[in-house]
């Protein structure tokens, strides 16, 4: 009896999580750019914390 006989279901499987992880792959590397992109913008990161943040308010004399 051989343990190393392959079917042809494993090789359907086989093509299944090939194509699933090259697909999560390309998942985490779009959201891996849109990161760097953000983060190298060269503009100060704030969170939304419901204060107001004087920098935003428009001047006055413009």
């Keep these: 009896m051989d343990l190393k ?3 042809d279901l494993h090789s ?3 093509s299944r999580n090939v194509g699933v992880a090259l697909t ?3 998942f985490v590397a779009v959201v891996f750019g ?3 992109v953000k983060v190298t ?6 969170g939304f914390d419901h204060t107001v ?4 308010v428009p001047a ?3």
Excluded: D
């Design 5 to 7: 006989a392959t079917h």
């Design 12 to 14: 359907r499987r086989l």
């Design 24 to 26: 999560l792959v390309f």
């Design 34 to 36: 849109l990161t760097v």
């Design 41 to 46: 913008n060269g503009e100060s990161v704030q």
């Design 53 to 56: 943040r004087p920098e935003l």
């Design 60 to 62: 006055e004399g413009n």
